[in-house]
């Protein structure tokens, strides 16, 4: 064999060894390049999720503190004797329903009850209520929301007032 052609053997063979070394180490770059890219989206979707949680932990806990969950609803009944003739008195009961949330409110039933205790009668206790005074004697008991209604609704921020005028005996 020829100087000449050993020399361009191993040429040949130096440049082949260089081009397949280039070749993995360019592969070995491009699975790392990859590998570091899955990484770093892991990080990404784990820093994401975290981050979700914290924020959705904060609001939780504003919304407790606020208490956005419950009704802002103050209910309210004023009564009030508008004529009197004869021992009887025309009376009227107001029903003041006062939204201060910021949710509508739907109302399916008020009931008006109505007891008294008469002149003969003796002041006692309520059995099994403490010191809460009994009446005994049903006056009526009346369902305020009109007939045909299932049901009445008051907006945010808006004061809903229902009138129950009736006739009582003194």
């Known amino acids: 064999m020829e100087p000449g052609t050993i020399i361009s053997a191993i040429s040949v063979l ?3 060894s260089v081009a397949i070394i ?3 180490l360019s592969e070995r770059r491009h699975r790392e390049q990859i590998e570091n890219e899955r990484k770093s989206r892991e990080e990404q979707i784990a820093h994401e999720r975290q981050a979700r949680e914290e ?7 504003r919304a407790e503190k606020h208490r956005e969950d419950m009704p802002l609803f103050q209910f309210d009944m004023e009564v009030g004797v508008v004529y009197k003739k004869d021992n009887k008195y025309l009376v009227e009961f107001r029903v003041v329903l006062d939204n201060r949330g ?3 409110q739907d109302i399916k039933s008020i009931k008006l009850r109505l007891r008294s205790v ?3 009668d003796s002041l006692s206790f309520w059995s099994g209520r403490g010191s809460r005074v009994e009446f005994p004697h049903k006056v009526f008991e009346e369902e305020i929301i009109p007939k045909g209604y299932k049901f009445i609704f008051v907006e945010p921020n808006v004061k809903q007032i229902l009138t129950y005028t009736t006739i009582l005996d003194s």
Do not use: Q
């Open 102 to 104: 910021n949710v509508k």
């Open 22 to 24: 280039g070749l993995l």
């Open 55 to 61: 924020e959705l932990t904060r609001e939780i806990k």
């Open 118 to 120: 008469n002149k003969e």
């Open 14 to 16: 130096a440049t082949s």
